[in-house]
């Protein structure tokens, strides 16, 4: 089968037909991770919301979000994570538990903080396993995350997702 | 002995080729917005807390001066201003159910405002490498002080 000149029936040289073989499995590879390829789950790309639950933040930073509805979210990580496009806020009076002198427990203001929920839309991948962003990040109910947008970086935790 | 070079050499050769100009996209590709920004001048705020007296007047001598800000020791800013203030802590009234903030009796609190020329698009600030957002982690340094635990409060546009 390989002559004395390390050449398979004669006609190709071993090493050659290694190297080919090396070049169309590095192509397939490359095809597969970032051009798309037969894949074993079956995912929808669909728009849903979540909300976000942002505690004992500052005027500044609940103003810096404001000026963000509307705007894109990333992951403090890097800007291709996309979170969604902030689409509402619910603020109000941030609160802490505070143990009287009595002994009860009261709900308190903490002055000049806020409280905020915000609503995001995303058009990310949904199945059934649950709901995950463009580059397949979970998004479910107890998460924490930090993210960011264009004035804002917030951590926040999730409270709810829903299609 | 010259070896000619055979079809099968050159088509491994654009195979391989084509495969790493392939992964360069890919990877350097990410940041698409960068080219599509324009500059601005802004001006924010980083908050220090819990400075001591000297601490708060090594940050005040510099004012006017060039400092260092963000994570990546690369951005510079000019320190267009210095406000010193009690370090305001938050404080419990047990008897009233109240959190108060209270001022330390010895310590400080200083909000310095930086000015940047930096690249703004719809997603960001940047100047050469830091983004600049409300509520991020900024350490700034400059000429005999340096504060690690500090965060952006405030951004405002100068000018365009």
Known sequence: MIDKNGKLFGKISIVDLAVIAAVVILLAGIYVRFLGGPTKTVVQSSDFYYTLEVKNIRESNLRGLEKSLNGRFYLNEKITSEMGVLINIESSPAKRFLELTDGRTVDADLPERFDAILTFKLTGRVNDRGYFTPTLNHISSGISYNIKGKYSAVTGKVLKVWE | ?160
């Open chain 2, 1 to 160: 002995m010259k070896q000619k070079i055979k079809a099968l050499d050159i088509i491994i050769v654009f195979a391989v080729v084509i495969g790493v100009a392939l992964i360069a996209v890919y990877y350097f590709n990410k940041n698409d917005t960068f080219t599509s920004g324009e500059k601005t001048v802004i001006e924010f705020d980083v908050l220090a807390v819990d400075l001591t007296e000297q601490q708060a007047k090594s940050i005040e001598q510099r004012r006017g001066e060039s400092v260092i800000f963000g994570k990546s020791n690369v951005d510079t800013g000019i320190l267009k201003n210095v406000k010193t203030e009690p370090y305001l802590w938050l404080g419990k009234d047990i008897l009233e159910g109240e959190y108060i903030w209270t001022p330390h009796p010895s310590h400080y609190q200083v909000i310095l405002t930086i000015e940047k020329e930096v690249i703004e698009t719809e997603d960001y600030f940047k100047g050469e490498k830091e983004e600049i957002r409300i509520g991020e982690l900024t350490p700034v340094k400059g000429k005999g002080f340096g504060i690690a635990d500090c965060y952006v409060t405030d951004i405002r546009e100068v000018s365009k």
